[in-house]
């Protein structure tokens, strides 16, 4: 089977240009088959912020209103997204931005409203990815980029969480590439001490997940991260690791998520 990777970066790193470059540099030179995601939350509350909205996260996950869908879809699927392609294909790699939207590549519908209504958030499952329609592109050599953004079958766009989207992108494609699954972020790892950068955490498996959770360890948005990283391991990924985004090509860095 052909190795593929996936790699979803963090709102940090996108929010960071020093750091989005050097990131850009080695992603850049990956070989073979890739898929890159983006998030942006911190520069989407920011233009939240300009725009006299208040932006609330419940539980890693934004309430995305009918005031914020549009900021969500302008900041991702639009600024960030274009910049990150453009400044891709400036470093010799074929990219191509696109939303779950595009050529019908995810299809997800809007987040039940009990117990909690997100507003316009979308959720969808791998079997929800056109595996066969990615895979065209992939094979013709195109690096998909995909925004935090998908649209549901009426053509409603929803803001979606894009370790999500990275989790289910590398389920989908299980199926047809041996695939590695990375989150990089602006952190080593998963830490044991959020203050301390050399605590990384090695292995989380389903066990200390929980513990880690009840003890308070990880937290915030580590939480949907570890639980869409632990569906992906468990959903036939080959690998999958949380990482700082410098560290992308060393193999013994951050923290590996395993069964
Ligand atoms: N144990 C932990 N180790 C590392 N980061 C943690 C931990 N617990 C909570 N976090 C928080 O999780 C954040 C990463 O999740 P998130 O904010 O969704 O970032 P991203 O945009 O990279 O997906 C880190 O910036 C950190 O503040
Ligand atoms: C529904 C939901 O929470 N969507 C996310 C999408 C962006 C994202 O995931 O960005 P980060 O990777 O920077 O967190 C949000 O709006 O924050």
């Known amino acids: 089977m052909q190795s593929l990777t996936v790699i979803k970066i963090g709102g940090n790193i996108v929010d960071d240009e020093s750091a989005l470059n050097a990131f850009l540099d080695i992603y ?3 070989e073979g088959p890739k898929v890159l995601v983006h998030g942006g939350g911190k520069l989407a509350t920011r ?11 419940v539980n890693g996950r934004r309430i995305t209103d009918e005031a914020m869908l549009p900021i969500a879809v302008m900041v991702y699927a639009g600024l960030i997204n274009k ?14 931005g696109i939303s779950g939207a595009d050529a019908k590549l995810i299809q997800s519908h809007k987040r039940p409203i009990e117990p909690i209504d997100y507003g316009y958030v979308g959720d969808f499952e791998a079997s929800d990815v056109n595996v066969i329609r990615l895979q065209q592109l992939l094979e013709i050599g195109i690096n998909p980029v995909f925004s ?3 649209a549901d079958k009426e053509g409603q766009l929803l803001n979606t969480n894009a370790d999500t989207i990275a989790s289910n992108i590398a389920v989908a494609l299980a199926t047809k590439y041996k695939v590695a699954l990375v989150y990089c972020f602006e952190r080593k790892g998963v830490l044991q001490d959020i203050n301390d950068e050399n605590s990384v955490i090695t292995t989380i498996d389903q066990e200390n997940f929980t513990q880690l959770k009840q003890q308070g360890v990880i937290a915030d948005g580590m939480l949907p991260k570890i639980e869409n990283a632990l569906a992906a391991v468990n959903q036939g990924v080959d690998k999958v690791c949380i990482k700082k985004a410098e560290d992308l090509l060393d193999i013994k860095a951050g923290t590996t998520i395993q069964l």
């Not at 910049?83 to 191509?96: S, V």
């Open 148 to 150: 935090a953004i998908t």
């Open 83 to 96: 910049q990150i392609t453009a400044q891709l294909q400036a470093r010799g790699c074929d990219a191509m």
């Open 28 to 30: 850049a030179r990956i």
């Open 47 to 57: 233009m939240a912020t300009q725009l006299g909205i208040e932006t609330q996260m």
